[in-house]
């Protein structure tokens, strides 16, 4: 099992920025990636932002240039810094982590932070 614990969610105005972060716990060492999803009401949940134990990045088109995904090592938190916010970004936002191979993987979840992007 792995347990994650987001944090850094808020109200911020278009342009503004803002730093999510997600701590994991249990079986880290068991984690193959972990990245950042988010889901607007009314829309599917969408991957965000993903960053595996090897180091590879993958972002969303929508947020190329303007989020950075970042994680030192398997016992250091998981960061999404997101600058440039627009009000499009507005959405309740999940941390995940990727357990196993690639050929087979489970999902872990952590419990959403909002974020909300107005004037």
């Known amino acids: 099992q792995v347990q994650l614990v987001e944090s850094g969610g808020g109200l911020v105005q278009p342009g503004g920025s803002l730093r999510l972060s997600c701590a994991a716990s249990?079986?880290?060492?068991?984690?193959?990636?972990m990245g950042w999803y988010r889901q607007a009401p009314g829309k599917q949940r969408e991957l965000v932002a993903a960053?595996?134990?090897?180091?590879?990045?993958n972002y969303a088109d929508s947020v190329k240039g303007r989020f950075t995904i970042s994680r030192d090592n398997a016992n250091t938190p998981v960061y999404l810094k997101m600058n440039s916010l627009k009000p499009e970004d507005t959405a309740v936002y999940y941390c995940?982590?990727?357990?196993?191979?690639?050929?087979?993987?489970?999902?872990?979840w952590g419990q959403g932070t909002q974020v909300t992007v107005s004037s």
């Open positions: 995940n982590a990727k357990t196993g191979t690639p050929a087979n993987l489970r999902d872990y």
């Open positions: 249990g079986r880290i060492f068991a984690i193959y990636a």
């Open positions: 960053v595996t134990s090897g180091g590879r990045t």
